[in-house]
């Protein structure tokens, strides 16, 4: 019983991981015949992926770049709500509909591209669903992926979900104003996140006051 | 070549989920003979569940209860170290080894359980993994489910991820010491969560300053 099971199981997990897959080359090749530099952004709920994309824009925007925004989330508009004053084009793509799944796949990646126009863009920003865990297995089509970590975590973070600093370019250390009033150990966090990946570029920064902000547009105007 | 897949998956996932039913009956039956109270603790990664623990121990030892703590991690002993100086039986339950799981599993628990003296404990706690979506889909044999939402992830989390708060008989709001520092409205918090749940039971604590601790020590006497 056991073994047939077994034999069932694992043609069908290859299955869905291959047109996953295939989806995110149809998505790949789209951004490429537009040149459109696309940024998966990942983190635990709350580590601030919305601010940082709230605070990144505007000055995305003076430096003439079109951005354009796909919402992640299980449920609720609530975070394209809060983008909507930018005057970006933005995209909520729930999980919700296709079973609350607890990350943003291709299909939904795809789903959501019908929205926009690809030939007004520059940059796009993909939010995925908070979760430090299951976004972090699945390629979507993008050009980089980046994990945002905030100071409240703690140090341990890249220790105990190696997967997601593994498979990311960037780690952006957010909330970098709370850390006086926390007992995090900076330095222990940034060796902690290299030994989990030594090539990984860490971008510690505020949202809040805008402290190191430059560093991250100065990488995403680069790559773009 | 879609349907055939879709009526050769929906089997198999009734097949996973009723097996993992069956396992949590199991680790069920076993918590009412030894008439252990067992608590599943669910959050966000970084949201203070193994701090918690670490306070919430030693004022349980101070009324003779006797505790445990099964530790889920994808990886890493760094939590069940946290804990071993509490000098209770602490038992690591690593997923990784079962293909890096985004949640602790019936089968996780069952595997924890042969390593504690289950005639020897008045309360069992499961540190899930730090994840706000995964977790709350699997019964694993608990009382009850808790789940740990700290100050620093905002408002609106309860909207965004439903199924946790719906799960769980109890919301305990972490780190209120950070509160003066982050522009946060716990009246709104609260109002979020009772949105979503309307019976839960609220519970702010800061495992810092030690405010709050006492109720939710209660709650814990109270039911086990």
New interface residues.
């Given amino acids: 019983m056991k073994k047939k099971?077994a034999i069932?199981?694992i043609p069908?997990i290859r299955?869905v991981l291959e047109e996953s897959n295939a989806l995110a080359r149809e998505n790949r090749a789209l951004f490429d015949q537009q040149k459109i530099f696309v940024v998966n952004i990942m983190s635990?709920?709350?580590s601030g992926k919305t601010t940082l994309l709230q605070k990144t824009i505007p000055l995305l925007q003076k430096y003439g770049l079109r951005t354009a925004v796909i919402e992640g989330?299980?449920?609720?508009t609530?975070?394209s709500e809060r983008l909507k004053p930018l005057g970006i084009p933005v995209v909520q793509a729930n999980t919700e509909p296709f079973g609350?799944d607890?990350h943003v796949g291709a299909h939904l990646v795809q789903a959501a591209l019908k929205y926009l126009d690809l030939s007004a863009l520059d940059i796009l920003f993909i939010e995925n669903?908070?979760?430090?865990?299951?976004p972090a297995e699945f390629y979507i089509g993008e050009d980089r992926k980046v994990v945002v970590l905030?100071t409240?975590?703690?140090e341990?973070?890249p220790?105990?979900?190696?997967?997601m600093f593994r498979e990311c370019g960037v780690c952006v250390i957010s909330?970098m104003d709370?850390a006086p009033?926390?007992d995090i150990n900076v330095d222990l966090l940034k060796s902690n996140i290299r030994k989990t990946n030594a090539q990984i570029k860490i971008l510690p920064l505020s949202s809040k006051t805008g402290e190191g902000l430059d560093a991250w547009v100065e990488w995403l105007m680069k790559k773009s």
Avoid: Q, R
């Fill in positions: 099971k069932m199981e069908i299955d635990s709920p709350g989330d299980i449920t609720s609530l975070d609350g607890c669903i908070g979760n430090l865990v299951c905030s409240t975590e703690g341990d973070k220790l105990k979900y190696p997967l909330k709370l009033h926390l």
